[in-house]
């Protein structure tokens, strides 16, 4: 079955500092990939996304490109502010093969905390 | 406001006391569906629905009910909640089947069971 693969952290970087959250994936068919991010307290929320290979999603400066041939979908941002702590998910999208009904297979989750 | 809502946003109880998580979305959405949240394994699919009177079984059915009587409503049933459904659940939405459409997600009901 589908499988999402994600950098285990807690990750903790200084203000400025560059950013990279690894995710690998394995699925049958042709998924979407999506990166969502949940603030202490809240439901998660869709960060960007990405629907077929060499597509790029961006968003609040972050961006992540759909890698079909390395199964990759690598969350990175250039300089992180403190209010970028939360954690991250990477996640899949796909159609069961039970059926028609969609699929969505989330990694384990990352911590940033980003220090002042 | 276009919103996913959950409530309660904390639960204790104890165990084999049926109790029911509601959700309710304002968007018209078909497809919706609960997770649960557990430290280091992610997000994980209790049951989904796409669209009125049709559920069906996600990763992990066991010990939870649900129904879709109305597009807006879908509410999680423990008949006998045990320590181990102990969680933090969501419940989410998205407007159709596709698999591009990303879920929109309501704040959280944190679960304990003792």
Request: with cysteine.
């Given at each position: 079955?589908d499988?999402?693969?994600q950098?285990?952290?807690p990750?903790?970087?200084?203000?400025e500092?560059?950013?990279t959250?690894n995710?690998?994936y394995?699925?049958?068919?042709?998924?979407?990939?999506?990166?969502?991010?949940q603030?202490?307290?809240e439901?998660?929320?869709?960060?960007?996304k990405?629907t077929?290979?060499?597509?790029?999603?961006s968003?609040?400066g972050?961006?992540?490109?759909?890698?079909?041939?390395?199964?990759?979908?690598?969350?990175?941002?250039g300089?992180?502010?403190?209010s970028?702590?939360?954690?991250?998910?990477?996640?899949?999208?796909d159609?069961r093969?039970?059926?028609?009904?969609?699929?969505?297979t989330?990694?384990?989750?990352t911590?940033l905390?980003?220090?002042p | 406001?276009?919103?996913?809502?959950?409530n309660?946003?904390?639960?204790?109880t104890v165990?084999?006391?049926k109790?029911?998580?509601?959700?309710?979305q304002?968007?018209n959405?078909?497809?919706?569906?609960?997770?649960?949240?557990d430290p280091g394994?992610g997000?994980?699919?209790i049951?989904y629905?796409?669209n009125v009177?049709?559920?069906?079984?996600?990763?992990?059915?066991e010990?939870?009910k649900?129904?879709r009587?109305e597009?807006?409503?879908?509410?999680?049933?423990?008949?006998?909640?045990?320590?181990?459904q102990?969680?933090l659940?969501?419940?989410?939405?998205?407007?159709?089947?596709?698999?591009n459409?990303?879920?929109?997600?309501?704040?959280?009901?944190?679960?304990?069971?003792?």
């Amino acid at each position: 079955g589908d499988s999402v693969t994600q950098m285990e952290g807690p990750v903790t970087l200084s203000e400025e500092a560059f950013l990279t959250i690894n995710c690998t994936y394995t699925a049958t068919g042709y998924p979407s990939l999506f990166w969502y991010v949940q603030y202490p307290g809240e439901g998660l929320q869709l960060l960007l996304k990405a629907t077929k290979a060499d597509d790029k999603g961006s968003n609040k400066g972050f961006e992540a490109t759909y890698r079909k041939e390395t199964t990759s979908f690598h969350l990175e941002k250039g300089s992180v502010q403190v209010s970028d702590s939360a954690v991250y998910f990477c996640a899949l999208s796909d159609i069961r093969s039970s059926g028609s009904a969609r699929q969505l297979t989330f990694g384990s989750g990352t911590q940033l905390t980003v220090l002042p | 406001e276009a919103q996913v809502t959950q409530n309660p946003r904390y639960l204790i109880t104890v165990t084999g006391k049926k109790l029911t998580v509601t959700c309710s979305q304002n968007m018209n959405h078909e497809y919706m569906s609960w997770y649960r949240q557990d430290p280091g394994l992610g997000l994980r699919q209790i049951y989904y629905s796409m669209n009125v009177e049709a559920t069906d079984k996600g990763d992990v059915p066991e010990g939870y009910k649900v129904s879709r009587k109305e597009k807006r409503n879908f509410p999680l049933i423990l008949e006998s909640p045990s320590p181990n459904q102990t969680s933090l659940y969501f419940c989410a939405s998205s407007p159709g089947q596709s698999s591009n459409s990303p879920l929109h997600f309501g704040n959280g009901t944190r679960l304990t069971v003792t």
